[in-house]
């Protein structure tokens, strides 16, 4: 079974910082999706950003930008200039086409501190 | 766009009553997807609907759960009889073409509570 390891459970850091949250995923499929989806306190759950395993460039944001290393099956999310509005849980959810789904990880709550 | 609609926001019930979520997707959006979301499991998806036929329902966690897409633009998911353990956010998405391919859109959930 395919799966979604996201090893940080909870992560803090000030305003204005930068932070990685990490995701890796098991797959034997070449081409896939990748998706970072971000669950504020409102519970509405809202994309942050998405990759395209066939590319090789690192999608970007504004803030938001990943680490993509197909070889190692990491989807790493780099926020920048963290602002409070940030704080949230994060959740990786790559998408194979032999499940035609989402694959959800556990997330990681992330929280700014003014 | 209003984006996905789901009511009610919040419901309570008792033990063994009938409950019916509702969800009204995006315009034009012809795929459809109800998770359930908890503190233990995370989310699951429940069952995915393309072009109003529901295409994997494998996630739906027994015969007490049905849903329905009747028209392009409502689907239900009802519980019957409902029981303490099905207390959980429940989301409906919906997305132009098949998941992967493009974003998923989220409604705001209904918080579910069974006493």
């Known amino acids: 079974a395919q799966t979604v390891t996201q090893s940080q459970p909870e992560m803090s850091v000030q305003e204005a910082e930068t932070v990685t949250l990490s995701c890796t995923y098991d797959?034997?499929?070449?081409?896939?999706?990748l998706f970072w989806y971000k669950q504020p306190p409102s519970r509405q759950m809202i994309l942050v950003i998405r990759?395209?395993?066939?590319k090789q460039q690192n999608a970007t944001e504004n803030r938001f930008s990943v680490n993509f290393q197909k070889a190692a099956k990491s989807f790493s999310l780099k926020i920048s200039d963290s602002q409070l509005g940030d704080t949230a849980m994060y959740f990786c959810?790559?998408?194979?086409?032999?499940?035609?789904?989402?694959?959800w990880g556990a997330g990681t709550k992330l929280i700014i501190k003014p | 766009d209003a984006g996905v609609i789901q009511s009610p926001r919040h419901e309570v019930t008792e033990m063994g009553q009938e409950v019916t979520l509702r969800c009204k997707p995006i315009?034009?959006?012809?795929?459809l997807f109800w998770y359930r979301q908890t503190m233990m499991r995370g989310l699951e998806l429940l069952i995915y609907f393309n072009n109003n036929v529901p295409i994997d329902d494998s996630g739906m966690p027994e015969d007490r759960f049905s849903a329905k897409m009747p028209n392009a633009s409502f689907s239900t998911l009802k519980i019957q009889p409902s029981e303490p353990r099905d207390s959980a956010v429940y989301f409906c998405?919906?997305?132009?073409?098949?998941?992967?391919?493009?974003?998923?859109?989220f409604g705001q959930g209904t918080r579910l509570t069974v006493v």
């Open positions: 998405a919906s997305s132009p073409t098949g998941q992967g391919k493009t974003e998923a859109f």
């Open positions: 797959t034997s499929e070449n081409n896939y999706y």
């Open positions: 959810a790559p998408y194979m086409d032999s499940n035609y789904q989402l694959i």
């Open positions: 990759q395209e395993a066939y």
């Open positions: 315009s034009g959006h012809n795929s």
